[in-house]
C-alpha cells in the first residue's frame, strides 16, 4: 500500500497512517506502455492511454495504489492496480481489489496499512 488518494469534494480526510493526498479533477494514471509514465500518476489532458481518477461513479472516491509493477515498472506487465471502493453489486474490477466504502474506511483507519506485503 503505497499512499491514499481520495475525492475531498466528497469524504473527510481518511484516517490512516498512509500519505494521504487529495485527487483534483485532472488527475489521471498511465497505462500506456509506449510512455515514460507508465504506471504512474499524470494529469489530464495526457498523450496516450490515461485512466482518468476523477469518477462519476464513487468508485474512485478512495484509492490505495498497491505497490504492483513500480519498483522498477516493467512496460506491459499491469498498471493501476489499486484498492478501490466496490461497485454496489460488488461486480468485477479489472484487476483492482474492491471493498464497501466503510469496510475500506475501517480498514485503514484501524492501522491495517502496517502489512507489508513481499513480492512475489
Not at 492511454?49 to 469518477?55: A, M, N, Q, T, Y
Not at 474512485?60 to 504492483?68: A, K, N, R, T
Amino acid at each position: 500500500m503505497r499512499r491514499l488518494l481520495y475525492r475531498a469534494d466528497r469524504l473527510p480526510r481518511p484516517q490512516t497512517r498512509l500519505v494521504v493526498q487529495a485527487l483534483a479533477a485532472d488527475d489521471g494514471w498511465c497505462d500506456d506502455p509506449a510512455s515514460p509514465h507508465y504506471n504512474r500518476p499524470t494529469h489530464l489532458p495526457s498523450a496516450g492511454s490515461v485512466e482518468r481518477l476523477w469518477r462519476a461513479d464513487g468508485l474512485y472516491d478512495l484509492i490505495v495504489p498497491l505497490g504492483y509493477n513500480d519498483d522498477p515498472v516493467r512496460p506491459g506487465a499491469g498498471s493501476a492496480i489499486f484498492l478501490h471502493v466496490a461497485r454496489p453489486d460488488y461486480g468485477p474490477t479489472e484487476g483492482c481489489v474492491a471493498l464497501a466504502l466503510d469496510d475500506l474506511q475501517r480498514i485503514l483507519a484501524a492501522g491495517l496499512t502496517d502489512v507489508v506485503v513481499l513480492p512475489g
